[in-house]
């Protein structure tokens, strides 16, 4: 189908194809135009990642319209883009059940409530950037991907890694064969141990049965890279790891339910809220905590929010551990880890082909290529790649994944749209897979994994 883009929105010219409601854009795409778009959820992501690039881009893309319950969320993005009260709207529902106001809309909602904001979103006939992961199920994924085909429109998952020139370096470097065929990727995520307290035992993510495992809300990213990188399909996985950090038997003697209710042991506590949220710094992870970010705002939230809450006495069923072992179907093996326990938070990579290897270490924005010669040590020839260690969110990544989907847009590129998709579906299709090894304690068979879905 082809798309039709918006220059004079007609939104009571529509067609209903099944459970798809496609409402008509007449004109042409203007090349210099800014993009407009409505975003859904403006909490850290949508307000930070989103927002953050439209204001720092005002002629790339606009929103003219938000959706967010929490109302000093709603007023504070609804003042910063300057959009008229009357679009700014306090659930999906309501924003969605409107005509179509923009070709594009941006979803940043939690994760449990992506697949039905995406159904409602095709319904009135939005290309779609989604937050990662795309589903909390693996059928919501596929149903997702699936929706976006029927009804004729894009859908960019926010993978902002691949998108950063650590990563597109790499894999251009893979793809000019420069350590010759790929053998095996190992890569490793190292959340860092404040960031793991923060997202995974006190904060959004810290309950699988509420979001889903770490394996996914995490690192579907790393699963995404892999199966960009490899190039292939995942044909068996194996997985181990567990919960033995942030339980109850480990919390030190002394210690409260909250940090602020006179924690014996507090100051000398790495996880202390105290430490982490009350000091001079506001920007994220303090900003999650309150949308008061004076000192008394950010006191109270720890009195009553779940971030003021003793690392060892919450309700969290996240791993803060686990290996995954892959084969893809072109022999490529792959084995990743991810920890809690690391100091600071990064990225590794190591590729071994037949030609030589590669490693790199993302957030030093460097890798290094070594390629195989005669008489070991005499010929080796180093090839160092530096790229910019850009000030944005992920690396540079944030924005340039918008960027690619605006692109995608302006050029009715649904063919790189859909090969990005097929990918992302089959990363998170993997995370599912190695939660349910890990789980099963047995090898999944990809082929017979999907096919329960697909
Ligand atoms: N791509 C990445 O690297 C990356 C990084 C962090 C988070 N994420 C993902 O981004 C998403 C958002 O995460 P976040 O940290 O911004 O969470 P958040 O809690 O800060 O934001 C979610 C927002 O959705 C709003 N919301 C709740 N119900 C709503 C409704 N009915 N209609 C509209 N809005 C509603 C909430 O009030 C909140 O402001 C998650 O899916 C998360 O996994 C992605």
């Known amino acids: 189908m082809e798309p ?7 939104p009571n010219r529509g067609v209903t194809a099944g459970d798809c409601t496609v409402h008509f854009y007449v004109g042409k795409v203007d090349w210099m135009s800014v993009i407009e778009a409505v975003l859904i959820g403006a909490g850290q992501r949508g307000r930070d990642a989103f927002g953050g690039f439209a204001l720092r881009n005002p002629n790339e893309l606009k929103f003219v319209a938000v959706a967010e319950p929490n109302d000093a969320r709603r007023k504070r993005f609804g003042d910063e883009h300057q959009i ?10 309501e924003l969605l059940a409107e005509p179509q106001m923009a070709p594009l809309c941006f979803i940043a909602t939690l994760d449990a409530m992506h697949l039905p904001v995406t159904r ?19 059928e919501g994924c596929v149903e997702i991907a699936r ?23 790499v894999k251009r470097k893979l793809n000019e064969g420069a ?32 979001t889903g495992p770490l394996i996914l809300t995490k690192c579907c990213h790393d699963m995404d890279l892999a199966s960009w990188l490899v190039g292939s399909k995942a044909e068996a996985v194996a997985s181990f790891g567990g919960q033995t950090c942030f339980i109850e038997e480990n919390a030190p003697e002394g210690a409260t339910k909250r940090c602020l209710d006179g924690c014996l042991v507090e100051a000398e506590c790495p996880f202390s809220a105290l430490a982490i949220y009350l000091k001079d710094k506001t920007d994220w992870p303090v900003s999650a905590i309150s949308t008061d970010s004076s000192l008394e705002g950010r006191r109270k939230a720890l009195e009553i929010g779940p971030y003021g809450r003793c690392v060892y006495h919450c309700d969290n069923t996240a791993v803060d551990h686990q290996v995954v ?17 690391s100091f600071h938070c ?26 195989f010669s005669p008489g070991w040590g005499m010929d080796e020839r180093i090839e160092v790649q530096r790229v910019p260690a850009s000030l944005e969110g992920h690396s540079g990544g944030d924005s340039e994944v918008i960027r690619n989907f605006l692109r995608c847009y302006r050029e009715s590129d649904f063919d790189s749209i859909q090969e990005s998709l097929d990918i992302a579906v089959e990363g998170h299709l993997l995370a599912f897979a190695a939660e349910e090894a890990r789980r099963q304690k047995q090898t999944i068979a990809l ?8």
């Open 120 to 138: 409602l979103a095709f319904k009135q006939g939005y290309h779609l950037f989604l937050e990662k992961p795309m589903a909390d199920t693996p």
């Open 84 to 93: 008229p009260k009357e679009r700014r709207y306090s659930s999906y529902e």
């Open 179 to 210: 350590i010759g065929r790929l053998v095996s990727l190992t890569m490793a995520e190292n959340v860092g141990y404040w960031h793991y307290s923060h997202s995974y035992v006190r904060g959004n993510w810290s309950r699988v049965e509420d």
């Open 346 to 371: 990064y990225r590794t990579i190591r590729a071994l082909g037949v030609e030589g290897e590669l490693n790199g270490h993302m957030e030093h924005s460097e890798f290094t290529i070594t390629r």
């Open 325 to 341: 072992t892959a084969q893809f179907s072109n022999g490529v093996s792959f084995d990743f880890a991810v920890r809690a326990n």
């Open 147 to 169: 929706l976006g085909r029927k009804a004729g429109r894009m859908i960019q998952i926010c993978h902002p890694l691949r998108y950063t020139p650590f990563y597109s370096a």
């Open 4 to 10: 039709l883009v918006e220059l004079e929105a007609q």
């Open 447 to 454: 082929d017979q994994y999907r096919s329960r879905f697909i």
